[in-house]
């Protein structure tokens, strides 16, 4: 984890932080999904994700309102493709998915598995390929990368004794989803 702050003169500071997690778990199929005999414990990428950016700034304005604003981007969260149902018949529907190929016999399978691939989001197409032919490995998926931005206004009220005061506090929070949905109409996000 690395960070960094920033403060000139002038009531501006500005924080950036960078943290880099290499995590795995090892867990039976019975806490978690399963390809096989539940009671068989492996290990696997955790869900934790690999890559979080934080950023902080806050600018004084004047003596009586701060303006914060809070960012995050952080790497997908790791996840695991599974069938609805109960494949292994341990009485749960936590099974993994055996991705099929045309060389499995099953062309109407396959051939779904080619549809779904060609219209899927480049990080699912990508694990579906490599899963190819297999039962998918659990974590073995990864979403996107997501970001997200809040800000904060707050306004000190009454006198200029500190013990007096009230704080009004506005919130906005999803910053970026609201610009898009304004931008783009709540359709085009």
């Known amino acids: 984890s690395v960070g960094a702050g ?43 994700p690999a890559h979080v950016i934080t950023a902080s700034a806050f600018r004084l304005i004047g003596r009586r309102a701060t303006v914060l604003l809070q960012g995050r981007l952080q790497s997908g969260i790791r996840y695991t493709p599974h069938v609805s ?21 099953n062309d109407a399978l396959a051939l779904d598995i080619d549809q779904l691939m060609a219209n899927a989001p480049g990080n699912v197409r990508s694990c579906l390929q490599r899963a ?16 997200s931005l809040d800000g904060s206004l707050l306004v ?3 006198s200029a004794n500190i013990y ?4 009004l506090r506005i919130d906005v929070l999803n910053v970026i989803s609201g610009l898009d949905a304004a931008l783009h109409g709540t359709g085009g996000m």
């Open 6 to 48: 920033y403060q000139p003169i002038g009531g501006t500071s500005v924080h950036l932080d960078y943290a880099y997690t290499h995590a795995r778990d090892r867990v039976r199929g019975l806490d978690g999904t399963t390809a096989g005999d539940p009671r068989v414990p492996e290990w696997a990428p955790s869900t934790v």
């Open 85 to 105: 149902g109960d494949v292994n018949g341990d009485g749960r529907f936590d099974d993994r998915a055996y991705v099929a190929t045309l060389a499995d016999g």
């Open 132 to 147: 190819l032919g297999t039962i998918a490995g659990r974590n073995s998926c990864a979403g996107p990368w997501t970001a």
């Open 156 to 158: 000190r009220l009454g």
């Open 164 to 167: 007096r005061q009230s704080v």
